[in-house]
């Protein structure tokens, strides 16, 4: 065996239809770290049996995967990642050759959306990841490309009996800074038709609080808790209207829109997140003397029953006619 370096790793995903039974791969990831693995906490034997010896011995103790897939945002493949984030999808046919896919949580159950992932790292070693659930989504950017990462757990990793899947990487459209188009609004119909805000920083985390239910050692259930949405941006501080949103608590709607290459029937591929009310949870102003002035906020999404969606939605525009 070769020593090969990262850029040769590969790393494919598949949805699960039922959590934990393992699906063969539908697509590949272009990944710009995979650190999936396995996880394990051997027990130590520790005892007095008359010398001074810290360890006498081990067993097996909790066995699990774990790590951070990261990706560049891009309007077709990071779909399954944002369907394992969210959890639900709906697909609709806007047009010849053309979809929306919604992403949206699941808010009455915790029973997670789940992928199988196979992580071939170089030409050394195969694993399969039943059960990967995303405990954690990031999006960000500043003035590169927009950047995805997810935390990931799921069942400890088959070595054995699998194969690579054998599939080809398709082209995307991958967005940065130049692509990103904030807005705010009263509401989301206000902040659909704003102009958009120049925007110095992003980033939005979507958080499962996925935990592992080990069984007789092994991780064999995984389950979501409270699901929350936090986020940060930064803009110039050319106006006193960020400084009150702060001061006065005056909560927004917030979207925040990547466009992409053009679709049949003078449409625009797009990757969009709307959040129906955020608070501004701390904020700062600042600047260095050869600086100009910025405000940074930390906000917070919370739940606006008046509004569809009534917490936090993402809508990825492009080709692909079926669900992740």
Request: proline letters at 3%; aromatic letters at 8%; hydrophobic letters at 35%.
């Amino acid at each position: 065996m070769g020593i090969e370096i990262g850029k040769l790793k590969r790393v494919y995903i598949g949805i699960e239809s039922t959590p934990g039974d393992p699906v063969a791969a539908s697509d590949i990831l272009a990944v710009t770290s995979c650190t999936l693995q396995d996880k394990h906490e051997p027990i130590p034997v520790e005892d007095a049996i008359g010398n001074r010896y810290a360890s006498r011995d081990s067993v097996m103790g909790k066995r699990w995967s774990e790590g951070n897939i990261e990706v560049n945002l891009d309007a077709v493949r990071a779909g399954y990642l944002l369907k394992l984030a969210f959890g639900n999808e709906i697909n609709t046919n806007v047009a010849t050759s053309v979809y929306d896919h919604n992403f949206y949580p699941i808010a009455s159950g915790n029973i997670p959306r789940t992928a199988t992932i196979y992580h071939a790292r170089g030409g050394t070693d195969l694993i399969r990841v039943s059960y990967a659930t995303v405990n954690s989504l990031e999006i960000s950017f500043e003035d590169g490309l927009v950047e995805v990462s997810a935390n990931i757990i799921g069942k400890f990793p088959e070595v054995t009996g699998i194969s690579e899947p054998s599939l080809t990487l398709l082209s995307g459209t991958t967005f940065s800074f130049r692509d990103a188009k904030l807005k705010f609004g009263a509401s989301l119909s206000e902040a659909e038709g704003a102009s958009s805000t120049s925007v110095n920083s992003f980033s939005l985390t979507i958080n499962n609080n996925a935990e592992t239910l080990p069984s007789n050692g092994d991780v064999t259930t995984i389950r979501t808790k409270e699901f929350s949405v936090e986020g940060e941006y930064t803009i110039f501080f050319d106006s006193v209207e960020e400084r009150d949103k702060f001061r006065n608590l005056l909560k927004k709607s917030l979207i925040i829109q990547f466009d992409g290459m053009a679709l049949p029937g003078n449409y625009t591929e797009f990757v969009k997140f709307r959040l129906a009310k955020i608070r501004l949870q701390e904020q700062s102003i600042e600047a260095g003397l050869d600086d100009f002035h910025t405000v940074t906020g930390s906000f917070v999404a919370e739940v606006d029953t008046s509004q569809v969606p009534n917490v936090i939605d993402c809508i990825v525009r492009n080709n692909k006619s079926t669900v992740y």
